[in-house]
């Protein structure tokens, strides 16, 4: 690989850097662990290069890197628990929609956020990863599967499970309202 293929592909990146990091801040749930799965997608995009193919979408081929990154530090963390850091995934879900809300709005959506974030603590890294995708990132199901290299029937199961484990954790607090 010459300098000037260098040149082209971290230009390419470039473009999708943003939306790399979302989405990896989305399924891992802190800011340095999104920083290091897009660091280490990128490395692994670029050792690989060669195996891309021309007539394949970039953003879906990265998608797919950076998902099978963050999948693998998920797993890790898993096994090694004290190195997780306990930011919560909710950082990135949005306030509700309003021009300015009042005080009372925004502690009860950070509320839901933390509630939110300690039920996705709970769920596998697979259950994470496709509900991120599906409920974060719209993805359709053939597009997660392919992404996360599972069938649909399975991609289903885990959103499912995801779902499932959400509802029944925030049941309580929606019979209060």
């Not at 999948?71 to 909710?90: A, G, K, T």
């Not at 929609?97 to 996705?120: H, K």
């Not at 996360?148 to 929606?174: C, D, S, Y």
């Amino acid at each position: 690989m010459t300098d000037g293929d260098l040149e082209v592909f971290l230009s390419l990146v470039e473009r999708h850097r943003r939306y790399m990091y979302k989405l990896a801040f989305r399924i891992t749930g802190n800011e340095q662990d999104a920083k290091d799965v897009v660091q280490e997608s990128v490395l692994n995009a670029y050792l690989h290069l060669k195996q891309f193919e021309q007539r394949a979408d970039l953003r879906t081929w990265l998608n797919r890197i950076l998902v099978n990154c963050a999948l693998d530090h998920l797993r890790s963390r898993r096994r090694r628990p004290d190195v997780n850091d306990p930011r919560p995934i909710s950082d990135v879900a949005e306030t509700a929609v309003s021009s300015s809300p009042d005080a009372e709005r925004l502690i009860a959506s950070a509320d839901w956020r933390r509630q939110v974030s300690a039920v996705m603590d709970t769920m596998s890294p697979l259950e994470r990863v496709t509900f991120a995708l599906r409920h974060f990132e719209g993805c359709s199901i053939n597009e997660i599967a392919q992404t996360v290299g599972i069938g649909a029937n399975a991609t289903k199961q885990h959103i499912f499970r995801a779902v499932r484990k959400l509802r029944l954790a925030l049941e309580p607090h929606w019979s209060g309202r």
